[in-house]
């Protein structure tokens, strides 16, 4: 437990002097044969199964900074999460289960429940770097040298997938619309037992004001 502290601090005080603690992804040269679906298909979120996570978390919101260790069970194939998260201490901050439409609150601490909304913000979070939206292959494709970028709109909002790096692996979902205004990033894509995931994940809602920051410290399946 001590070495999880020291761990959270040093991660607390890396994004205090740095925009994005993680390496930018390469500049690579994508191929002009890509197709939409072949992009769709290879977003990591995007295989079937049931994944546990081990993470570290800073969440920053309204001027509150939370950093905390998160254990999560990744349903993809039912499309559900649900999270537990512990402070440096050990403590639980709280346990959430989330789905495509809908968030169910199992336990909250009651000094986080006093920051306004924290629930929500976080289910958000969680919905939108696991579980949806993702690209099915029907966006429209734009390629650059380096970038491929599926877009997907109707009259109140549009959807941005983009790719990049090495292997034309997703880098970016960002959404404008009526009532949202976010951007999730991935960094740092590593192998481990077969399964391709970023290690670093932001997100930044610019209309709620709050940033997700997230280290996934292990990936593992656990359906098999």
């Known amino acids: ?41 290879s977003v990591w979120t995007a295989q079937q199964g ?12 309204r001027g509150a900074r939370v950093p905390m260790a998160g254990l999560m069970r990744l349903d993809l194939t039912q499309g559900q999460v649900r999270l537990v998260a512990l402070n440096d201490l050990g403590v639980k901050l709280f346990d959430l289960e989330v789905t495509q439409i809908g968030e169910q609150q199992h336990y909250l601490l009651p000094d986080i429940a006093k920051i306004p909304h924290f629930t929500e913000a976080v289910a ?50 960002e959404v404008d619309g009526d009532q949202e205004d976010w951007m999730a990033r991935y960094f740092e894509y590593q192998t481990a037992e077969t399964i391709l995931y970023p290690r670093g994940i932001v997100l930044d809602d610019r209309i709620a004001g709050y940033r997700l920051t997230l280290w996934q410290e292990e990936v593992k399946r656990i359906d098999e």
């Open 124 to 173: 958000a979070s969680v919905r939108r770097v696991f579980l949806t939206p993702r690209p099915d292959g029907s966006e429209t494709l734009r390629l650059t040298a380096s970038r491929c970028q599926l877009t997907r709109s109707n009259p109140s909002r549009e959807i941005r997938f983009t790719f990049g790096g090495n292997g034309s692996q997703l880098l970016a979902t």
């Open 1 to 41: 437990m001590k070495k999880q502290c020291v761990i959270l601090s040093l991660l607390l005080a890396l994004t205090a002097c740095s925009g994005v603690p993680f390496v930018m992804p390469d500049t690579v040269a994508v191929r002009s044969d890509v197709t939409a679906t072949q992009l769709a298909t």
């Open 50 to 61: 049931v994944f546990q996570l081990r993470q570290t978390v800073l969440f920053e919101f």
